[in-house]
Antibody, heavy 118, light 107 residues
Framework: EVQLLESGGNLVQPGGSLRLSCAAS????????MNWVRQAPGKGLEWVSA????????YYADSVKGRFTISRDTSENTLSLQMNSLRAEDTAVYYC???????????WGQGTTVTVSS | DIQMAQSPSTLSASVGDRVTITCRAS??????LAWYQQKPGKAPKVLIH???SLENGVPSRFSGSESGTEFTLTISSLQPDDFGTYYC?????????FGEGTKLEIK
């Protein structure tokens, strides 16, 4: 079964840090560009970050650039998102999602919740 | 950055109705557009990629089309299970922006 499983979501104070992880199984991890997409409570989807199949190039939304870092470990089939200097507006469900070349995001995790509050 | 203008924001329709949702890109995206359906409390599910290619297992009542920078998702005959929120996403260039979403409710 193809599966992405996120972990690491938690309650954190403004200015704090958190690291999200996503474990992939049932798919050829190296064939997929990996993404993080978030959804604030009651809001729409926001693309956050992506990393290429080889891991050599990363992309970020302006809202997180300089604060978040995406990385992947192909040997462990895992994706990570290091989030620093967290703000209240980063509060959201964070989804890990995988995309093959020319396709949409066709594999999604169940999401992990990040709450930034004092 | 490319902006995706999606309309309408909400839609109420009856079973059997033909429903259309539109996304307009602020510049060319060369057909690199996907449509997703999201049910409450669940992760999104991709329906269509490359503007008009139906994903495996998605009912044939769903279809996608394009005309220049305008993209349309059509449900030919609405079924009760089609409620939810629909999003478009361009993946031609980063950031891979989403539309604002269309909440579809069944009358």
């Amino acid at each position: 079964e193809v599966q992405l499983l996120e972990s690491g979501g938690n309650l954190v104070q403004p200015g704090g840090s958190l690291r999200l992880s996503c474990a992939a199984s049932g798919l050829t991890f190296s064939n997929y560009a990996m993404n993080w997409v978030r959804q604030a409570p009651g809001k729409g989807l926001e693309w956050v970050s992506a990393i290429t199949t080889t891991g050599d190039t990363t992309y970020y939304a302006d809202s997180v650039k300089g604060r978040f870092t995406i990385s992947r470990d192909t040997s462990e089939n895992t994706l990570s998102l290091q989030m620093n200097s967290l703000r209240a507006e980063d509060t959201a469900v964070y989804y890990c999602a995988a995309r093959r070349p020319y396709y949409g995001l066709d594999v999604w995790g169940q999401g992990t919740t990040v709450t930034v509050s004092s | 950055d490319i902006q995706m203008a999606q309309s309408p924001s909400t839609l109420s329709a009856s079973v059997g109705d033909r429903v259309t949702i539109t996304c307009r890109a602020s510049q060319t995206i060369r057909s690199y557009l996907a449509w997703y359906q999201q049910k409450p409390g669940k992760a999104p599910k991709v329906l269509i990629h490359k503007a008009s290619s139906l994903e495996n297992g998605v009912p044939s009542r769903f279809s996608g089309s394009e005309s220049g920078t305008e993209f349309t998702l059509t449900i030919s005959s609405l079924q009760p299970d089609d409620f939810g929120t629909y999003y478009c996403q361009q993946y031609n260039s980063y950031p891979h922006s989403f539309g604002e979403g269309t909440k579809l409710e069944i009358k």
